[in-house]
């Protein structure tokens, strides 16, 4: 029986680099995207192999700025995939957009060509906070993008929102999200900025200037039930959305399901192993085209390891987990992790619903802290039934892999 894979393709170019961006991505290499095309296509074809036994049911090309790619590269590399791959007809395909790079041929070209879901990086409904923040487009952009992105035919959208960013008030957050809301999105992530050391926003950490902890929790926790009351559940910490338009891509990641990825900086996750590509755009149109290995990691994942991911990614869900399926999937005791999660139900920060553990909206604000304590239980359960000859895992190892953020998604930690 085929199983079901998804596909991400990084595509690293962007018109101007954000403030706050730590993916990978380049701009002012505009020339560099004929060959880039061209390297990415091969890419494809060469590790057609590994897509045997495997039906693609989702389809992302994130950045860097796709739409900023232009529509002709893009449907270049799905239609190498199709060729190469077997694409579901249901596929879910998509890709990020931001206001000022989308154009109505294209996005009708992209609709002809089987893209089906539109990711539109707005971040604010404020011009200000969009200047603050690097962002090249206006509100009145966003909402521009919008209407032709409908008109185009992309009935499955979804918006991107931050909060926590400089100078922002809790009316404008309010004022983002509600008129966010208004256009009637199928899908909403909103993410708290995280200031990534090497980035120009760096210099506002510990600032007067960001919104503190308490205010940040203040802003997450009016976006859950502003939003819950607009008609979007709430699926996983930064994301919402509308009866079954959850991101079918993104919840592989968070459910521990397999991708594999294809372009510089692209990862995947195939056959119980990790690996990464070179973060390197013009290294990696140079392997491709020398037929050199462009793998940059390649790391295993072992059982206890697996362990570890199974807590911290689907506890960032509102699915959580449980117990039968930890000791299922695992055949391990659960006791430990059980005993903390019934005195975080006491404080209000998770709850147990139908067999499964999940954490409140208050839970999510501290999940880095909660989920670490549990990988800590854990590992102490572990220890307890390592043999003598056997060495007990490592605790340090194990919680940074909470924090190391190898997968393709956005760091989602509010506050």
Known sequence: MEKNLGIYMHIPFCAGRCAYCDFYSTSGQEDCMPDYDTALRRHIREYAPQLDGYVIDSVYFGGGTPSYYGAARLISALETLKKHGHVRLDAEISFEANPDSVNKPDLVKLRRAGFNRISIGAQSMSDDRLHDIGRRHTTEQTLQAVSVARAAGFDNLSLDLMYGLPSQSRA?????????????????????????????????????????????????????????R????????????????????????????????????AHSFIGGTRYSVISDLTEYTRRMGTGESVIATVEEISEYEALGEYLMLRLRTTRGISEEEYTGIYHSSMELVLNLLRDYEKQGWAQ????????????????????????????????????????????????????????????????
């Open 172 to 228: 404008d957050w309010e004022d983002t999200v509600t008129r966010a809301a208004a256009l009637k999105p199928e899908h909403l992530s909103c993410y708290g900025l995280k200031l990534e050391e090497g980035t120009p926003l760096y210099i506002f950490k510990d600032s007067p200037f960001l919104p503190d902890g308490d205010e940040q929790a203040d802003m997450y926790l009016y976006m859950v039930e502003t939003l819950s």
């Open 230 to 265: 607009f008609g979007y559940k709430q699926y996983e910490i930064s994301n919402f959305a509308r009866r079954g338009y959850e991101s079918r891509h993104n919840l592989k990641y968070w459910l521990g399901d397999e991708y594999l990825g294809f372009g510089a900086a």
């Open 352 to 415: 147990l619903r139908e067999g499964r553990w999940r954490f409140t909206p208050t839970g999510f604000l501290l999940s880095n802290t909660l989920i670490g304590n549990l990988l800590e239980a854990q590992t102490r359960q572990h220890t307890l039934s390592v043999r003598p000859w056997q060495t007990p895992p490592d605790i340090d190892q194990q919680t940074s892999l909470f924090s190391d953020n190898r997968w393709r998604m956005k760091d989602i930690a509010p506050v």
